[in-house]
């Protein structure tokens, strides 16, 4: 089993553009149960009945029939419309339907009966963030990556890098040393 620090050597090998010691999940770690979305305010078998649902839901999308999908995490949301999780996977359904603006809807909702706080803030966060993106809406994407990255989301620190005009140059520099090195005979321009 690797240390924290074999861990954070590995991160700086492996991702050089990122601050030494930044650890995956690290602050999921450190924040214990704040890191996780709060369902004791529900009632158990009202909860059960929802999870169940949203897990129809999700297995359905992955079988591909999307309606049917989007139909159990309704289903949820009527029962417990307070409850963000079912809202972030409504949205996910609805984009893959290609309702890109009921998606946004919903993940709003997820952030804001969330406080944005919790593993359904952060996976709302997240994607709203690539919605954004796709949109062309890069600040709005960059502040939620920013969010989801604070909230332990180690995709949206990657994001992050990614929009990170130096962090671009910096990959592919790195990537134009590595050819160097593979094939020293070949000239790079």
């Known amino acids: 089993m690797a240390t924290p620090g074999d861990l954070a050597v590995l991160q700086s090998i492996l991702n050089p553009c990122t601050p030494f010691g930044d650890l995956p999940d690290l602050d999921v770690v450190e924040k214990g149960a704040d890191a996780l979305d709060d369902d004791d305010a529900y009632d158990p078998d009202l909860l059960k009945r929802v999870q169940d649902l949203e897990l129809k839901g999700v297995l359905a999308a992955e079988s591909g029939d999307i309606k049917v999908a989007i139909e159990r995490f309704s289903e949820a949301i009527q029962l417990l419309p307070n409850r963000p999780s079912a809202h972030n996977n409504q949205a996910q359904a609805l984009r893959l339907q290609g309702d890109v603006d009921g998606a946004l809807k919903e993940l709003n909702q997820a952030v804001n009966l969330s406080s944005g706080k919790g593993r359904s803030a952060c996976q709302a966060l997240v994607q709203r963030g ?26 949206a620190r990657h994001q992050l890098a990614l929009m990170n005009p130096y962090a671009a140059l910096c990959n592919r520099m790195l990537t134009e040393m590595v050819e160097k090195l593979r094939n020293p005979s070949v000239q790079q321009n």
């Open 130 to 155: 690539l919605v954004y993106r796709l949109q062309g809406q890069d600040e709005a994407a960059r502040e939620d990556f920013q969010c989801a990255a604070g909230l332990g989301s180690q995709f």
